[in-house]
């Protein structure tokens, strides 16, 4: 079992930056992948990035590449997205997944809103 709770999220205007923050408690391998995911109401959750638990470079979506920036503190069970030169298109609700196997788990998700 894998347990997830986001931090992070808020309001900013367009430009602007914000860190979330996923938490992760249970248990954690090298063969966790996690990942993040965001969903505005009346649309399919989107990927955004994911990253190997353990080591691995990190996979982004297009519409994010060069702006977010996923990163991990294995020490502390967090993975991060580093989100920078906000657009009004980023709005929604951010989740963190963790892949274990053919296991999914998600978090309860973390609200942002970015204004033009």
């Known amino acids: 079992q894998v347990q997830l709770v986001e931090f992070g999220g808020g309001f900013v205007q367009a430009g602007g930056s914000l860190r979330l923050s996923c938490v992760v408690s249970?248990?954690?391998?090298?063969?966790?992948?996690m990942g993040w995911f965001r969903q505005v109401p009346g649309k399919e959750r989107q990927f955004v990035g994911s990253?190997?638990?353990?080591?691995?470079?990190?996979y982004y979506d297009d519409s994010v590449k060069g702006r977010f920036t996923i990163s991990r503190d294995n020490a502390k069970k967090t993975l991060f997205l580093e989100m920078n030169n906000l657009e009004p298109e980023d709005t929604g609700v951010y989740s963190c997944?963790?892949?274990?196997?053919?296991?999914?788990?998600w978090g309860q998700g973390t609200q942002v809103t970015v204004s033009s």
């Open positions: 997944r963790a892949q274990v196997g053919v296991n999914y788990y």
């Open positions: 249970g248990r954690t391998s090298s063969s966790v992948i």
């Open positions: 990253t190997r638990w353990l080591g691995g470079t990190p």
